[in-house]
């Protein structure tokens, strides 16, 4: 049962001018309008067999304004050019005892086996109000793809998908997902009718098999269970634009790929569930030449492994610029985490706000790896505790680092003695920063450091340094160092032009 545009008056200027959608009839032979097809508008009835026999290639549907309820998934693959738009249109899933099939999700658009050429899919609002009604509203995988305004209403409660999954099936191909909101979040699985048939719940966006170049604008995610946006599988570039991501387990925001970026995206961590484990802000991997820029991240319920940004062993270069970072709470929990085996990473334009128990706010861990970091025009201020003995601002253990123009201030909590950079590794340089702390400004243990043209100054009546015995070949130039260097035992320590008050 298809109707081509001009057999239901879609095609007329009148008509394409007043419709929000009539500028994208000309892309398709056939548009039809499903109530005129024998969609139900209300809400009563299935539509799904309707869209069944609507079904074809090179085919819009439009929805007008009305509800529109879905007891069974309808799928469409192979396709070379297909759209599902609505007009202030509003799906209704039923519960999760009386969806009938595979309780999965609404509109299955493309496999990996039999993907998509172009799909449209826009206009959507999902009422999952009622008690377990969560489910995938859709899975888009084509070459191409445009997803544009679907806000999922209500908690995700039944335990199966989370709202949306998208892939870029051809490498050159491009897919936009803009403006999908899913702001209540899901339930974790054992608090659901599915328990005991998933691992852990839902993920609010799933997209880990992409190959092309995939966009993510101004989306909305809340507090899922097993990650809030995960796009950190498959060889293509991840680009997340704006956004608001809040409370998800495991990261709110997970991405890898060749040259991903991650701009101008709001991450909170203001709530934790009992079951959550783990709530970092951004975890980025499997990859090179990852990008953060401009991201505002701010948590202040942590869990012991939710780190603000964990950049992981399996990421190969990144870049963190222009992001301010503030951390706060009752436990120990650290800010910037530079994973052992990741490659080189710069950190620039930063700042950290650190107010918990204890913790780093940048820790750079021990590696075998010499790939440079760099930390250049980074802020770090708070007061924290050293609950845990994780009491320094910067704790650098991996060789070849370099700290420029780094402002540090480390008063420590309640009287707490904390230090603004200890080192351990080796070839690490301080150049024209600014270290303050309430124990000593910088501890070395590692070898061949240089502090040149800095100002350390402890405010708890220490020496501006501290070199213990393991330190070896230390060179300091033209600092001002307040109450001059505390040496331990260290060996062949330079000193030339330094003042010392």
């Not at 693959?77 to 009938?100: K, S």
């Not at 650290?334 to 780093?360: K, L, N, Q």
Request: hydrophobic content about 35%.
């Amino acid at each position: 049962m298809v109707a081509c545009a001009a057999g239901i008056g879609l095609t007329s200027t009148a008509a394409a001018s007043s419709d929000p959608y009539g500028h994208y009839y000309d892309d398709y032979a056939t548009v039809v309008d499903v109530t005129e097809a024998g969609a139900d508008d209300t809400g009563t009835e299935s539509i799904t067999p309707v869209l069944e026999d609507l079904r074809s290639d090179d085919t819009l549907l439009v929805f007008p304004e009305g509800e529109y309820f879905m007891d069974e998934q309808f799928r469409f693959t192979g396709f070379d050019n297909f759209g599902v738009v609505g007009e202030n249109a509003t799906l209704i899933p039923a519960n999760f005892h009386e969806f009938d099939g595979p309780q999965y999700r609404l509109f299955r658009l493309g496999v990996s086996y039999s993907p998509g050429g172009h799909l449209r899919f826009e206009g959507f609002d999902v009422d999952q109000s009622a008690p377990d009604t969560g489910i995938r509203t859709i899975e888009a995988t084509a070459d191409r793809f445009e997803v544009r305004d679907v806000t999922i209403d209500g908690f995700h409660d039944s335990g199966t998908w989370g709202p949306g999954l998208f892939n870029v099936t051809d490498p050159d191909g491009h897919g936009i997902v803009e403006r999908f909101r899913a702001p209540d979040g899901g339930a974790w699985v054992d608090n659901t009718p599915n328990a005991g048939n998933r691992w852990r719940g839902p993920i609010g966006i799933e997209a880990n098999q992409n190959v092309g170049t995939l966009e993510f604008r101004h989306c909305w995610l809340g507090g899922f269970p097993n990650n809030g946006l995960y796009a950190a599988g498959g060889d293509g570039r991840i680009i997340v634009h704006g956004g608001w991501f809040r409370n998800s387990n495991g990261a709110n925001v997970r991405v890898g790929g060749q040259g991903s970026e991650i701009r101008w995206p709001t991450v909170e961590v203001d709530s934790t569930r009992p079951e959550d484990r783990s709530q970092r802000g951004i975890r980025i991997e499997n990859g090179r030449n990852i990008e953060i820029h401009g991201a505002a991240i701010e948590i202040t319920s942590p869990k012991p492994t939710s780190h603000a940004i964990s950049v992981m062993n399996t990421c190969e270069s990144a870049r963190i610029d222009n992001t301010r970072l503030d951390v706060r709470g009752a436990d120990v929990n650290h800010g910037i985490v530079v994973s052992p085996d990741t490659g080189e990473t710069t950190i620039v334009e930063t700042e950290i706000t650190h107010e918990t128990a204890g913790g780093y706010p940048l820790w750079i861990r021990e590696s075998d790896r010499t790939e440079q970091i760099l930390a250049e025009h980074l802020t770090i201020s708070g007061q924290a505790g050293d609950a845990g003995g994780f009491r320094d601002g910067i704790r650098c253990e991996r060789d070849n680092c370099r700290f420029s123009n780094v402002d540090i201030s480390q008063r420590g909590r309640d009287g707490v003695e904390r230090n603004a950079i200890v080192n351990t590794g080796a070839d690490l340089t301080v150049y024209q920063s600014d270290l303050r702390a309430s124990q000593y400004p910088f501890v070395d243990l590692g070898a061949d450091v240089v502090v040149r043209d800095s100002t350390l100054e402890s405010s708890g009546g220490q020496q501006a340094v501290c070199l213990y015995d393991a330190s070896t070949g230390a060179t300091f130039k033209k600092n001002r160092l307040v109450d001059g260097i505390r040496d331990l035992g260290a060996s062949d320590v330079t000193t030339w032009e330094n003042t010392y008050e």
